[in-house]
């Protein structure tokens, strides 16, 4: 099979179109042919070397969170998946033509939505969902901030914040308060505006999803007894508030979720914009596009 293959940390340059052997599925495991996947933040950690220390790349590696293909065949202990079925999921390793996953981290695709497309979801919507239900569980009648809302994982967190009744407030920059408009947030913050935060009254929790100064600032809005979710650790500041529970969220294959959010997806209720989709081979100008920042997935198609 062909592959994008990593024999070294360092910057796109190192992300190499090669030939590899194919690969075989466990017991538990089903073999795709990937129609597409797509890239994360994460992945640039990844492969610059930023992210060694807890998820090194055993060289030569393959990147890839996202997949969205169709079964090519299963282990002998998988149930429910036969060959030809259109699947999505969190996998790894899935910059390639193939790859294996875990039965049960995969769905199948519903009816209606493109298998291309389908490769945009999985680890956004995810994310996005269980920041809120496992970090911020708010009800009717709080509200919570989301921080990058117009970001994939800020809107998937917007959604999940909304469908538990609470107020939700998007936090985005000044330029990006246009976007924010059809989130489905009930009001807009621009959060590198000191004045507008100054004015922000206390919230019940914050969904954060940038850190740096922003997290710094807002934690600071949080009411005494309020939560901090974030998938990036706490604030620096976290210590100054010891009032505040703060929640890390670190995402776990969820079939289930993906479904749930999918399905807002195919009902207009929730959008994850695609930016681009290029060939697999194009990976490192895909990475040095996605570095300039940007909004929007990008897809890498074998």
């Known amino acids: 099979m062909k592959a994008i293959v990593v024999s070294q940390y360092g910057g796109p340059e190192v992300l190499q179109y090669k030939d590899l052997p194919d690969p075989s599925p466990g017991p538990d495991e089903v073999l795709l042919r990937v129609v597409a996947t797509s890239i994360n933040p994460f992945d640039l950690k990844q492969r610059s070397g930023a992210a060694k220390a807890f998820a090194p790349i055993n060289f030569p590696g393959i990147l890839g969170l996202d997949v969205a293909g169709t079964v090519v065949s299963c282990g002998e202990k998988v149930k429910g998946f036969s060959a030809g079925d259109r699947v999505f999921g969190m ?72 469908s538990l009744g609470a107020t939700v407030i998007a936090g985005v920059r000044k330029k990006q308060i246009a976007q924010a408009e059809n989130t489905g947030a009930d009001r807009v913050v621009p959060v590198d505006s000191a004045e507008d935060v100054s004015r922000l009254a206390p919230i019940d929790a914050v969904a954060d999803t940038v850190d740096g100064p922003t997290a710094e600032m807002l934690i600071a809005k949080v009411k005494n007894g ?70 929007g997935k990008v897809l890498l198609l074998p």
């Open 91 to 162: 996998a790894g390793q899935t910059y390639a033509e193939l790859c294996v996953v875990k039965a049960d981290n995969l769905a199948k695709i519903p009816a209606g939505l493109d298998t291309v497309d389908a490769a945009a979801l999985p680890v956004v919507t995810t994310t996005g969902h269980q920041l809120i239900m496992n970090g911020a569980p708010v009800h009717r009648g709080q509200s919570i901030l989301v921080t990058g809302a117009v970001g994939s994982v800020g809107r998937s967190a917007v959604f999940a914040a909304k």
């Open 226 to 295: 309020g939560i901090f979710a974030s998938v990036l650790g706490p604030p620096q500041n976290s210590a100054k508030f010891p009032g505040i529970k703060i929640v890390p969220v670190f995402v776990q294959p969820e079939a289930q979720t993906l479904l749930l959010m999918a399905k807002a997806v195919l009902e207009g209720s929730l959008e994850i914009p695609i930016a681009s989709k290029v060939p697999l081979k194009q990976a490192a100008d895909a990475h040095a596009l996605v570095e300039k920042g940007g909004s």
